[in-house]
């Protein structure tokens, strides 16, 4: 198996590592893993590319590639230039630094990159590793994605639907969070909707610099807050890794017929 693989925290990222590691095993012998990540970090720029300007790409390494762009840049740099000529099989995106649950998928990078694979018609996974109390320390934070990470992927590509595009053409892909506890202590896998957390969002805080200029800094929501049952961060806070369906058709399809009748 090829396999490409990005992020939004940046090339250096720690949970990129942990991806690596994940990807390694899942290719499997005679496999192949690249990397084409962002060179600094990319955090909330969500599904956003460099169309207004160029990005350089420089190869680090035999199969490793650092881009100036967004995780979606990467994912295109990838697919339409470095590996054009013998794509991958598989797109995977993080392991990011916190999660991507709740109104935290429609800012990440690391959700972006996983929505432009499918978008370019692969299956794709995007991963995220949960921090709390539990597992905040350095030497335990990404142990349950480095544990569990390649036996969910695989689960997922087992289970991929035969057609995994909607009646427009949307492709299925993947956000997968891994509970905020150590590898031990995750009580298993639920496959859930995308959650929403009441009044927890991103705000700003004003802050004035020594030499008197007044800068915004963008401050996020209590994350430890669950949602409803049945959602993402309320699997994840009581220790279940999160698997939830998603495609990047945004319309509310609830609300088209009534919206229809108004006009008619």
């Not at 590793?129 to 990404?142: C, S, T, V, Y």
């Amino acid at each position: 198996m090829r396999i490409l693989i990005t992020n939004d925290d940046g090339i250096n990222a720690r949970g990129l590592e942990v991806l690596h590691g994940i990807a390694t095993e899942l290719a499997g012998d005679g496999g192949e893993v690249w990397t084409v990540a962002p060179a600094f970090e990319q955090s909330g720029v969500g599904h956003c590319i460099s169309y207004s300007r160029p990005m350089m790409v420089s190869e680090l390494a035999p199969r490793r590639y650092a881009a100036e762009g967004s995780p979606a840049d990467c994912v295109l740099a990838g697919l339409t230039d470095i590996l054009k000529d013998t794509p991958p099989d598989l797109v995977l995106s993080g392991v990011n630094r916190g999660n991507n649950a709740a109104e935290n998928v429609l800012y990440s990078g690391t959700i972006g990159g996983a929505m432009e694979g499918a978008l370019q018609g692969l299956p794709a996974i995007a991963l995220s590793q949960f921090i709390g109390p539990a597992n905040r320390d350095a030497d335990i934070m990404f142990t349950s994605a480095r544990a569990h990470g390649a036996a969910v992927v695989r689960a997922i590509l087992d289970h991929v639907p035969q057609d995994a595009t909607d009646a427009a053409g949307y492709r299925l892909f993947y956000n997968v969070n891994f509970p905020p506890v150590p590898a031990g202590d995750v009580a298993g896998i639920r496959v859930v909707r995308q959650g929403r957390r009441d009044g927890t969002g991103f705000s700003v805080e004003p802050q004035l610099s020594p030499a008197g200029r007044r800068f915004l800094w963008i401050r996020g929501g209590d994350q430890q807050k669950p949602t409803d049952a049945g959602t993402d961060a309320e699997a994840n806070l009581a220790g279940y890794i999160s698997v939830t369906p998603m495609r990047a058709d945004l319309t509310a399809h609830d609300a088209l017929d009534g919206l229809e009748r108004t006009f008619s």
